[in-house]
T-cell receptor
Framework: DGGITQSPKYLFRKEGQNVTLSCEQN?????MYWYRQDPGQGLRLIYYSQIVNDFQKGDIAEGYSVSREKKESFPLTVTSAQKNPTAFYLCASRLSANSPLHFGNGTRLTVT | AQSVAQPEDQVNVAEGNPLTVKCTYS??????LFWYVQYPNRGLQFLLK??????LVKGSYGFEAEFNKSQTSFHLKKPSALVSDSALYFCAVRDIGSYGQNFVFGPGTRLSVLP
């Protein structure tokens, strides 16, 4: 079955450490996205990528970095510069301009 | 700037009764509108979308939504609620007049269907 795989499901890190969240899709979608979800705030866009080797900052990119070396993969690194990294992170992809987003099942990051 | 409002944090409805989850939006151009549902510790699942055409859109699991341009609303409805419909619902908009890469999501409405 085609879909988006995010790993790990739960991640725990100490403050000051960088951490990388994995997102892999086999849907052959060009566009990929990273969102952050906090209670009561909906989803906020961190980064997005339309094609390989290209990505754009979203609304809350500070303290995060991404790469898009392959069409299937769009990993997100949460750096030590991110002030409040504890959150639920969602990866998504989209086939075309009129298509809805397809979401992975998320990674819950806890930083202590 | 695009924005989406979901005026109710929580909606409670009895099983078998009709349900409505409200959404209003603000965009600079023509809107693409979406509804998603999220179950605990899962990603969002697509329910339905409005791009153009009929104002009443039918989607998955018996849900439908009515687009009202004058009121800038896109309320989600279901004629008869099920306990299994209990979840978090998100309305989203994408401005097709923009570069088109950002979906703006509302804060979500938690639906509880009581047996």
């Amino acid at each position: 079955d085609g879909g988006i795989t995010q790993s790990p499901k739960y991640l725990f890190r100490k403050e000051g450490q960088n951490v990388t969240l994995s997102c892999e899709q086999n849907l052959n979608h060009d566009a990929m996205y990273w969102y952050r979800q906090d209670p009561g705030q909906g989803l906020r866009l961190i980064y997005y990528s339309q094609i390989v080797n290209d990505f754009q900052k979203g609304d809350i990119a500070e303290g995060y970095s991404v790469s898009r070396e392959k069409k299937e993969s769009f990993p997100l690194t949460v750096t030590s510069a991110q002030k409040n990294p504890t959150a639920f992170y969602l990866c998504a992809s989209r086939l075309s301009a009129n298509s809805p987003l397809h979401f992975g099942n998320g990674t819950r990051l806890t930083v202590t | 700037a695009q924005s989406v409002a979901q005026p109710e944090d929580q909606v409670n409805v009895a099983e078998g009764n009709p349900l409505t989850v409200k959404c209003t939006y603000s965009v600079s151009g023509n809107p693409y509108l979406f509804w998603y549902v999220q179950y605990p510790n899962r990603g969002l699942q697509f329910l339905l979308k409005y791009i153009t055409g009929d104002n009443l859109v039918k989607g998955s699991y018996g849900f439908e939504a009515e687009f009202n341009k004058s009121q800038t609303s896109f309320h989600l409805k279901k004629p008869s609620a099920l306990v299994s419909d209990s979840a978090l619902y998100f309305c989203a908009v994408r401005d097709i007049g923009s570069y088109g890469q950002n979906f703006v999501f509302g804060p979500g409405t938690r639906l509880s269907v009581l047996p």
